[in-house]
């Protein structure tokens, strides 16, 4: 069975750096495409970092551009999130993704709330 596990969201200062990590099981990354979306409530899901299978980015949003680093540990089988030079509105609920190369089939975490504010 398929899971995906995100943790690492909280309460975070303007210009802080954290990490979010997705644990992933029952996949490879070998013929998945992983991702990080992110939903503000009542707005559309927007895609903030991605690789394909065979590491590819995937595009990103403008807005985290040069900011939102996403990594893999093989070893892990965990992706990351590393998030630099937050703003409020980065404020979000954060998803990890996993598409399957062979049946397009996508599956969600449940999703980690980062809050930035002072």
């Known amino acids: 069975q398929v899971q995906l596990v995100e943790s690492g969201g909280g309460l975070v200062q303007p210009g802080g750096s954290p990490t979010l990590s997705c644990a992933a099981s029952g996949i490879s990354f070998g013929n998945h495409a992983m991702s990080w979306h992110r939903q503000v409530p009542g707005k559309a899901l927007e895609l903030v970092a991605g690789l394909t299978s065979d590491n590819k980015d995937m595009r990103a949003v403008d807005s985290v551009k040069g900011r939102f680093t996403i990594s893999k540990d093989y070893t892990k089988n965990t992706v990351y999130l590393q998030m630099t030079g937050l703003k409020p509105e980065d404020t979000a609920i954060y998803y990890c993704?996993?598409?399957?190369?062979?049946?397009?089939?996508?599956?969600w975490g449940r999703g980690t709330q980062v809050t930035v504010s002072s």
């Open positions: 993704r996993a598409l399957s190369d062979y049946t397009g089939h996508h599956t």
